[in-house]
């Protein structure tokens, strides 16, 4: 069965402090989708990034970077230079590749909630 | 645009009664789901639907249906609410596939009682 672990459950840093958060996934599958999603205290979901099981290229966004490691199951996600705007909670999320024709099943991560403080 | 939306926002409810849930989206995206999400356990699907009048059972489904009539719409019904269906509901909608990233509601806030 697919899971996903994000084991920090809350992370608490400091303004302009560097920050990542830990994604572990299993899977049997050899072709995968992972994401990470950003829900704001506002509640709505807001994808991030999606990376597939073939593509092993870190990725970065502005402040974001994500790193992806098949070695060792992983699609770490970190903050530079962190701003109180990033305060949210963050999922990491596996798509199964043949869940069934036209639809897709995420199996996420239980969230980190990350809180920066001024 | 809107996007999703979905009503009510948060809705309190006596146990036993029937409940349904709105979602609507304006992209015209094929797939549709409904998760619940709960504090520590992070979202679960509940119901999906790969096109209009079809649907199918997530990983939660027990106690909750939904219907499909048409692109637009992918309304979840509580028949009978219990207090283990106290939860903050969101539906999504995707393109369809495995690759495409799903966009979210603002979801609804359900307190059984």
């Known amino acids: 069965a697919q899971k996903v672990t994000q084991a920090q459950t809350e992370i608490s840093v400091v303004e302009k402090e560097d920050v990542t958060l830990d994604c572990v996934y299993e899977?049997?599958?050899?072709?995968?989708?992972l994401f990470w999603y950003k829900q704001p205290p506002s509640g709505e979901l807001v994808f991030l990034i999606r990376?597939?099981?073939?593509?092993?290229q870190n990725e970065i966004s502005g402040r974001y970077s994500w790193n992806f490691q098949k070695s060792t199951s992983s699609f770490n996600f970190t903050i530079t230079a962190s701003q109180v705007v990033d305060s949210a909670v963050y999922f990491c999320?596996?798509?199964?590749?043949?869940?069934?024709?036209?639809?897709?099943?995420?199996?996420f991560g239980q969230g980190t909630r990350l809180t920066i403080n001024p | 645009i809107a996007g999703i939306t979905q009503a009510p926002t948060s809705q309190i409810l006596a146990a036993g009664r029937r409940m349904t849930l709105r979602c609507t989206q304006d992209?015209?995206?094929?797939?549709m789901y409904w998760y619940r999400q709960d504090l520590g356990l992070g979202l679960r699907l509940i119901h999906y639907?790969?096109?209009?009048?079809?649907?199918g059972k997530g990983e939660v489904p027990d106690g909750y249906s939904v219907s499909r009539a048409n692109t637009d719409d992918f309304p979840l019904t509580l028949a009978s609410a219990v207090p283990s269906q106290t939860s903050v509901y969101f539906c999504?909608?995707?393109?369809?596939?495995?690759?495409?990233?799903?966009?979210f509601g603002p979801g609804t806030r359900l307190t059984v009682l």
């Open positions: 999504a909608s995707s393109l369809g596939g495995s690759y495409n990233e799903q966009f």
């Open positions: 899977t049997r599958d050899t072709t995968y989708y």
């Open positions: 990376r597939n099981s073939f593509d092993e």
């Open positions: 999320a596996l798509s199964e590749p043949q869940f069934i024709q036209g639809a897709q099943k995420l199996v």
């Open positions: 992209m015209r995206h094929n797939a």
């Open positions: 639907s790969n096109t209009a009048g079809t649907t």
